[in-house]
Nanobody, 121 residues
Framework: QVQLVESGGGLVQAGGSLKLSCAVS????????MGWYRQAPGKQRELVAR???????RYADSVKGRFTISRDNADNTVHLQMNSLKPEDTAVYYC???????????????WGQGTQVTVSS
C-alpha cells in the first residue's frame, strides 16, 4: 500500500551537492525502515543508506562521510543529502521500504520510480 516518489536528482559538478527527497504515502506507520539504493550502468543495484524506525542510520563505505539520510517530523518524507559528489556517484537513485534492520539482507518492499543523479568531472 506504500507509494514512494523520488525527486531532487540532477546534474552537478564533482564536489557539488544534491538533496534527494522521497515522498511516502499509504501505510506509513507500517514501515520498518527506509533505504536509498542506486544503480549505475553496468553495476548491480546497491544500498547506499538506511534509516530505521528508531532513527538508526547506516551507509555504504563508498558514501560514508559524504551522504546523510534523514526523515521528516511526520515520517512521510525521507531525504538523502549528498555532498562532495564524485563522478562515480552517477546513478539512478531509488527509495525503498525495508522490512528488516539487516544491512546485508534488508528485504525491500515498495520502490520508487528513481531519480537520475549525474556528476560531471
Amino acid at each position: 500500500q506504500v507509494q514512494l516518489v523520488e525527486s531532487g536528482g540532477g546534474l552537478v559538478q564533482a564536489g557539488g551537492s544534491l538533496k534527494l527527497s522521497c515522498a511516502v504515502s499509504g501505510s506509513i506507520f507500517s514501515i520498518y525502515a527506509m533505504g536509498w539504493y542506486r544503480q549505475a550502468p553496468g553495476k548491480q543495484r546497491e544500498l547506499v543508506a538506511r534509516i530505521t524506525s528508531g532513527g538508526n542510520t547506516r551507509y555504504a563505505d563508498s558514501v560514508k562521510g559524504r551522504f546523510t539520510i534523514s526523515r521528516d517530523n511526520a515520517d512521510n518524507t525521507v531525504h538523502l543529502q549528498m555532498n562532495s559528489l564524485k563522478p562515480e556517484d552517477t546513478a539512478v537513485y531509488y527509495c525503498a521500504t525495508l522490512r528488516t534492520s539487516s544491512w546485508y539482507n534488508p528485504q525491500t518492499g515498495s520502490w520508487g520510480q528513481g531519480t537520475q543523479v549525474t556528476v560531471s568531472s
